[in-house]
């Protein structure tokens, strides 16, 4: 079977599993993926708080929103359903994104207008004590954080394929608002420690790319469905410009890294954050921002714009190749979670599922932009890697979140326990599809 198609089966088993299981409870009105991928079963009162029903994660309603609505477009060019199955699930993401926006919207009235990693149902946020306890959250730390950052995309997305004008200018004023914390320095993330081997909490004078790469994606989404498109282009070259002038090597300093090594963090002066002797890189964020700076250059439509993006053309193929160099682990078949620049030696050998589908969009837009089919060879590795040794057919072609670097499983929380809402997988591969196809693979 072509990879087109496999991956097409893949997205519509997933999106079916999201809307049957949003059905069986109607009155929950969370988008629901508290699932165990290595077993199949639902977390229940049995397991940990922080995997139960009652613990809500708006980084995953969030992104659910905006994946939902990516579907929901996507399902216009899907080639396995007969018109009328379009129309039926359509017609199911239309009621359940506005049931869910509706809720969400609720709480975030209740919250000022703010979102937090951690959550009640009735709107309370948590943060994770020493003793990986709940406890109530006193304060919102910073302007912004990850989870208004995904939750203001997603009500912004959502908001603009249901033609829900209010929801539309909502999201995007406060999608603005993150943004403008964000080049402004004032975001502070919210993400909580799962997983010791990967130290995500906030730490004072650390300055993370993380929140500029993500935020690309919605700018390309201002392109397309804001009320200003020159202003979203604008906000996005800033973006842009920022990562590459202080988070990748594009000149001679610093002087003991290698040309487009991208790193993760910088100090308040903007030098590289190293810590007992480190510069570590995240391989599988360096390889999501080149797909999403991607899908930000592709969308721009000024003359102005288009001119600037073409002088980016002549190195993205090599930059992508770059990292997937340092990042690809080919024996298990899997992007390793850090590397340190330094030492050029692997940190955390650990392999979450996300980065392969992002690093196949990465590709796949990478031959948009530039034209170089090579680039087919990295598209056609991570497909099989991720089909061989993530994708889990018994679980409705879910993938499981980590591999160590031995290839087996194994019970790692790279963010949330709640199973990937469709965002970083089937939006990815939504956005590479069409190349896929155009290359034949």
């Known amino acids: 079977m072509k990879l087109a198609s496999r991956f097409e089966h893949m997205l519509l088993a997933i999106l079916d599993e999201l809307i049957d299981r949003y059905d069986r409870n109607p009155d929950y009105h969370f988008i629901d993926t508290k699932l165990d991928l290595l077993t199949g079963r639902d977390f229940g009162p049995e397991d940990a708080w922080y995997q139960r029903r009652e613990t809500i994660y708006p980084w995953i309603q969030g992104r659910a929103l905006e994946a939902l609505a990516g579907h929901w477009r996507w399902l216009a060019d899907c080639t396995i359903l007969p018109a009328a199955g379009r129309t039926a699930r359509r017609k199911k993401l239309e009621r359940i994104m506005t049931e869910v926006a509706a809720n969400m919207e609720r709480l975030r009235r209740k919250n000022h207008g703010r979102m937090f990693f951690l959550m009640t149902e009735d709107g309370r946020f948590l943060r994770m004590n020493e003793q990986a306890r709940p406890e109530p959250l006193a304060e919102i730390p910073g302007d912004a954080n990850f989870s208004d950052l995904f939750y203001s995309k997603g009500l912004f997305a959502a908001g603009a394929v249901l033609g829900n004008e209010l929801w539309r200018k909502r999201g995007e004023s406060y999608f603005r608002r993150v943004v403008t914390a964000i080049l402004a320095e004032r975001f502070v993330t919210d993400q909580q420690m799962f997983d010791p081997k990967n130290p995500v909490l906030a730490v004072p004078g650390k300055l993370l790319q993380g929140p500029k790469m993500i935020a690309l994606s919605g700018t390309a989404l201002g392109m397309h469905y804001g009320s200003d498109p020159a202003y979203w282009e604008r906000r996005g070259k800033a973006l842009l410009d920022h990562v590459f002038r202080y988070h990748v090597k594009l000149s001679e300093t610093p002087a003991d890294l290698q040309h487009f090594d991208f790193w993760e963090a910088v100090h308040t002066d903007r030098t590289p954050w190293r810590e007992n002797g480190k510069l570590i ?23 102005a714009g288009k001119r600037n993006a ?15 160099q340092i990042g690809f682990a080919p024996g298990p078949g899997g992007i390793i979670k850090s590397f340190d620049l330094v030492s050029r030696q692997p940190v955390n050998t650990d392999m979450p599922w996300w980065s392969l589908p992002e690093t196949i969009r990465a590709a796949a837009l990478t031959f948009r932009f530039t034209g170089d089919r090579s680039v087919a060879e990295i598209i056609t590795r991570c497909s099989h890697a991720f089909f061989d040794g993530y994708v889990r057919p018994e679980c409705h072609q879910m993938a499981v979140q980590t591999r160590s670097a031995e290839g087996k499983v194994v019970p790692v929380i790279p963010a949330t326990p709640d199973a990937d809402p469709g965002y970083h997988t089937n939006l990815s591969i939504i956005d590479a599809l069409p190349v896929i196809r155009e290359l034949d693979l």
Do not use: M
């Not at 599988?284 to 797909?291: C, I, K, N, Q």
């Not at 073409?310 to 997937?324: G, I, S, V």
């Open 281 to 303: 890189c995240d391989p599988g964020h360096a390889l999501e921002f080149v797909g999403l700076s991607l899908k930000n250059l592709l969308a721009v439509q000024t003359p």
């Open 310 to 324: 073409a002088k980016l053309q002549k190195f993205y193929a090599d930059f992508l190749r770059h990292q997937f």
